[in-house]
């Protein structure tokens, strides 16, 4: 089978088939070339190229062609998709050929990987339909003396996958179907015996203990769970299968045969059990990327996967949506329309999204709405050396750039990341509050982690980590330490830390940390408590009350982040504490916070290199990312209001007549350039009154302070005055 691109030197005569008629496939090859993916010719392998342009199907075909077929099927499932197989029609006389999307080859590809992999699609996408095609290569083309399980939410959904299988069974050539008089026609299996295989099907149980049974009794090395959020005790019925059918995979694995698990279903509910379970599962996989194809063999890709994965299974998480697989926004809402979807079922059946009826969550229902529609496709994927996937929502000039006129802020929420828990990223412009990458990493080494995130830094110049003080955080800020001074990074003016944020308190370690060279150390192992956020419960409430509601607010369109975005909406209020819920995580939400806190409370960001000019200088009032004129306008207006507070000062000071009407002058003048939306700026008539009025008393309490001295001291009455505080009209206090 060709699955990589090493795959082809086997195969002598092997090559792509640019003239297929079935023109889903192209065009999916043509997708995978805009996306960066250099292992994306295998859906048009021809293995032997005799073949090209001919009909399987024609009725006059000799023997040798069929033949030729049927080996070509064998070891190349991906022309017996392409070329061979057909879908019964919904309406209208003639079957069609397959349509390939990215859902189901990538379905196809890692099952032939023997990877198990969840596939999420909304309904009447043929998610179904396309894991029926896998079954039916290996009962009659791929697999030999081998059982398939198939288990499902009830007795009509059995029936109807059976069916299926056998309508598609039919409308094979007659030719690949080796069909016996012993061969089974019923509603619960199909069967071929030929090859000694066997579909067997399975339904939910309405007890715990008939649900173990059924799990203990599927002893099969391939397995097709559909609709496990429904399937009543389904938390039961799999991992007693998943451990009864630990010996039939593993017989499989050594003598070459197909074996693995394909989960298909619509979204469920994440406060009932059995969605729960299947949530739990499902959204600790790794996020399927088709930049996976480029993996180098099957151990790269189990060991790329192990690493992004945020739960404790190995799985591949494949949710695609309806423009991912093709599909118009029109086609949606009409599908909706048929179905008389709307609210939380229609979330769950056409959004992919897993909902919670019975906890309330800390964000409005417009705010969740804007976040999940915030999820765009990832633009960019990035493999780090150490096989951890960065996925960027910037294409690589626009990342060029970033690099050069922005600033991110990687917000870092660590683990030990043995499989439990996820150390998740999520990296923020400081322009906008936007999400332009994100990564997940679930099962690694801490050392090789660290090394890894130093390397990032390097290569990102203008990003600052925030890291959460907390699990193994310190251990990775250690690290970090002691790596960032040999690529000539200053981890002070890289990383969050203490000694900056309160550079008050700590006034001679902040003296110390603008020196230039190269610190002890000596002096980094006392400092090194200074790093990172501290979570406390105090810390932890402004985090999920202040800072998650502005972000959501003023960022909540850019989110962007598939898996985010899912976490987030996830957030339920738990006795009074908001939390994630009981099935899920929130890592990557931790992260995202830990940015967003950067951005809105964080002080002296310009220490880190931060032009404080920058942040958020892109985010209007009512979360609309402003064009490049209205950025500049509010620079302008920045710019004016500045000076004006610089000037209200000075007309406080002024003394002489003339000094005093050109300030005035120059008051009225901005006042009248300034666009007031925002009710800062009062009546400028009365701001110069005021100031006159300040003026006056501090004149007055100076010429006491004066005549005092001259009384008591007879210090002579030209003495220079002391420095006074004046208040500023915008806000703060200024020296005068």
């Known amino acids: 089978m060709i699955l990589f691109n090493n795959d082809w030197t086997r195969y002598a005569t092997a090559r792509p088939d640019f003239d297929t008629k079935n023109e889903s496939f192209l065009r999916l090859v043509a997708l995978y070339g805009e996306m960066g993916v250099k292992n994306r010719f295998f859906p048009l392998a021809l293995i032997n190229p005799q073949l090209k342009g001919v009909d399987p199907h024609c009725g006059i075909l000799s023997e040798e062609t069929k033949i030729a077929i049927g080996l070509e099927c064998r070891w190349n499932m991906w022309y017996f998709l392409r070329e061979v197989v057909r879908i019964p029609p919904v309406a209208g006389p003639n079957p069609i050929s397959y349509k390939a999307n990215r859902g189901n080859i990538a379905t196809t590809w890692a099952f032939l990987n023997s990877i198990d992999i969840a596939l999420i699609q909304p309904r009447q996408t043929g998610k179904s339909v396309s894991t029926d095609c896998i079954m039916l290569w290996l009962l009659f083309i791929g697999a030999g003396n081998s059982i398939i399980n198939m288990i499902t939410k009830d007795d009509t959904l059995r029936k109807k996958n059976v069916e299926r299988i056998k309508k598609l069974r039919d409308l094979l050539p007659a030719y690949l179907v080796p069909l016996t008089r012993e061969d089974s026609d019923n509603q619960f299996e199909v069967t071929c015996k030929y090859h000694q295989n066997f579909y067997t099907t399975g339904v939910s149980q309405s007890s715990e203990s008939a649900a173990n049974n059924l799990g203990r009794g599927l002893t099969a090395p391939i397995a097709h769970i559909d609709e496990g959020p429904f399937i009543s005790h389904i938390g ?87 423009r991912q697989l093709g599909y118009t926004d029109e086609w949606l809402y009409e599908a909706m329309s048929q179905a ?175 020196k230039p060279g190269t610190r002890s150390e000596a002096f980094m192992d006392q400092t090194k408590k200074y790093f990172g956020f501290n979570t406390t419960s105090e810390s932890r409430n402004i985090l999920y009350s202040t800072v998650l509601q502005n972000a959501a607010k003023k960022g909540g369109h850019l989110v962007r982040d598939k898996v985010l975005s899912s976490e987030i909406r996830a957030l339920v209020v738990k ?40 942040v958020m200088s892109a985010v ?17 207006q920045k710019e004016f209001r500045n000076e004006l507070d610089d000037l209200y000062a000075r007309l406080g000071e002024a003394q002489d007549t003339f000094t005093i009407a050109r300030l005035e002058a120059r008051l009225r003048f901005l006042s009248s350039r300034i666009k007031d939306d925002t009710e800062e700026v009062n009546n400028m008539n009365a701001l110069i009154k005021r100031a006159s009025e300040e003026r006056m008393v501090k004149a007055n309490r100076q010429a006491r302070v004066q005549q005092n001295d001259f009384f008591s001291k007879g210090i002579s009455w030209g003495q220079k005055r002391a420095p006074t505080q004046l208040s500023s009209p915008w806000g703060g206090m200024r020296t005068a």
């Open 575 to 614: 006795r009074g504490r908001i939390d994630h819920d009981a099935s899920g995580h929130d890592d990557t939400v931790i992260a995202w916070l830990l940015a967003n806190w950067f951005l809105q409370l964080g002080t002296n960001l310009d220490f880190y290199g931060i032009d404080t000019s920058l």
């Open 620 to 636: 209007s009032d009512n979360s609309r990312v402003l064009t490049p004129q209205e950025i500049r306008d509010r620079q302008v």
């Open 236 to 322: 039961t019925t799999l991992p007693a299968a998943l451990a009864a059918a630990t010996t039939a995979r593993e017989e499989a694995k050594k003598f070459g045969r197909p074996y693995g698990n394909i989960f298909t279903t619509t979204a469920g509910k994440k406060d009932d059990r059995d969605g729960r379970f299947m949530y739990d599962m499902i959204s600790g996989g790794a996020t399927w990327t088709e930049l996976f194809f480029d993996c180098v063999d099957r151990e790269s890709l189990v060991e790329m996967v192990r690493r992004n994965c945020g739960g404790r299974k190995l799985i591949i998480n494949a949710t695609f949506s309806h």
């Open 340 to 514: 008389s979807s709307f609210g939380d079922a229609a979330d769950r059946d056409f959004f992919n999204v897993w909902t919670s009826g019975t906890q309330s969550s800390p964000l409005t229902p417009a705010l969740n709405e804007k976040i999940r529609d915030s999820v765009v496709e990832i633009k960019h994927t990035e493999i780090t050396k150490e096989l951890y996937v960065i996925r960027w929502y910037l294409d690589e000039r626009e990342l060029a750039a970033a690099k050069l006129n922005d600033h991110f802020i990687l917000g870092l929420d660590t683990s030990e990341a043995v499989g439990r828990d996820a150390i998740a990223g999520v990296i923020l412009s400081v322009k906008d509050m936007s999400v332009v990458g994100a990564f997940t990493v679930n099962e690694t080494n801490l050392i090789r982690f660290s090394n890894a995130l130093a390397e990032i830094m390097v290569k990102y110049p203008n990003m600052t980590v925030v890291p959460e003080k907390k699990s193994t955080g310190q251990m990775i800020v250690d690290s970090l330490l002691l790596t960032l001074p040999k690529y000539g990074i200053d981890p002070y003016r890289r990383i969050f830390n203490r000694i900056v944020e309160e550079s008050s308190e700590r006034q001679d370690l902040f003296k110390e940390i603008q």
